[in-house]
């Protein structure tokens, strides 16, 4: 299955991960998943700004416009996954981001999951660390399955494991990372026969802050 172009992926994530806080990011979802005329101006300048319809507009680019059918399965689906998300309960920045990462993350937003938990990824230390390498590690097995590349899901989903495998099960209190581990046995046992189950990948399950 073929990915978007890396410009119209990388526009995506950011409007996806903006309107976690943003609500106009998040009017720019809502008209990439159903759009009808012209965006509101809040929308169409955030549309804009990252280079999907021309200021004014009311279409995607003509560069963009072959996928729109895509885009617009996409946008709906970060749109759920925003609204999965209680911005009261967010927590601190480890833990807000891990809360977004399983919203975007039960939506099979892998990539934008990866953005998410990188930010927080860079500046974590030891177990935490760890711990959040290998959602990550994890979270990009499944994209790149998503995209066909069998073998480096494989290589990932292993690694990952070994990762979460690694460290006490409440490091990342907000994640339910124990049932993630064993939601993700037999997938790992498939991809090394190099098969894939038919079924979606595995939610990621939080706990209550």
Same mark, same amino acid.
């Given at each position: 299955?073929?990915?978007?172009?890396?410009?119209?992926?990388?526009?995506?994530?950011?409007?996806?991960?903006?309107?976690?806080?943003? =609500?106009?990011?998040?009017?720019?979802?809502?008209?990439?998943?159903?759009?009808?005329?012209?965006?509101?101006?809040?929308?169409?300048?955030? !549309?804009?700004?990252?280079?999907? /319809?021309?200021?004014?507009?009311?279409?995607?680019?003509? /560069?963009?416009a072959g996928h729109a059918t895509a885009v617009a399965a996409h946008a709906a689906r970060a749109q759920r996954a925003?609204?999965?998300?209680?911005?009261?309960?967010?927590?601190?920045?480890?833990?807000?981001?891990?809360?977004?990462?399983?919203?975007?993350?039960?939506?099979? !937003?892998?990539?934008? /999951?990866?953005?998410? !938990?990188?930010a927080v990824w860079r500046s974590a230390t030891g177990a935490v660390r760890e711990a959040l390498q290998g959602v990550i590690q994890i979270a990009v097995a499944f994209h790149h399955l998503a995209h066909g590349n069998v073998r480096?899901?494989?290589?990932?989903?292993?690694?990952?494991?070994?990762?979460?495998?690694? /460290?006490?099960? =409440?490091? !990342?209190?907000?994640?339910?990372?124990?049932?993630?581990?064993? =939601?993700?046995?037999?997938?790992?046992?498939?991809?090394?026969?190099?098969?894939?189950?038919?079924?979606?990948?595995?939610?990621?399950?939080?706990?209550?802050?």
């Amino acid at each position: 299955m073929p990915g978007f172009p890396l410009p119209l992926r990388n526009a995506l994530a950011e409007l996806a991960l903006a309107a976690f806080d943003d =609500d106009a990011a998040a009017a720019a979802l809502a008209w990439l998943a159903a759009p009808s005329g012209r965006p509101s101006s809040v929308a169409g300048a955030r !549309l804009a700004a990252v280079h999907l /319809v021309e200021p004014d507009g009311d279409r995607l680019l003509a /560069v963009h416009a072959g996928h729109a059918t895509a885009v617009a399965a996409h946008a709906a689906r970060a749109q759920r996954a925003v609204h999965a998300f209680d911005r009261a309960r967010a927590g601190g920045s480890i833990h807000r981001a891990c809360r977004v990462a399983a919203a975007l993350w039960n939506e099979r !937003l892998f990539f934008e /999951v990866h953005e998410v !938990l990188e930010a927080v990824w860079r500046s974590a230390t030891g177990a935490v660390r760890e711990a959040l390498q290998g959602v990550i590690q994890i979270a990009v097995a499944f994209h790149h399955l998503a995209h066909g590349n069998v073998r480096g899901a494989r290589s990932l989903l292993v690694e990952g494991r070994r990762r979460l495998g690694g /460290v006490a099960a =409440d490091t !990342l209190p907000a994640l339910d990372v124990g049932g993630l581990l064993a =939601d993700t046995v037999r997938w790992e046992a498939a991809l090394a026969l190099h098969d894939v189950p038919p079924d979606a990948p595995p939610r990621l399950g939080t706990h209550d802050a």
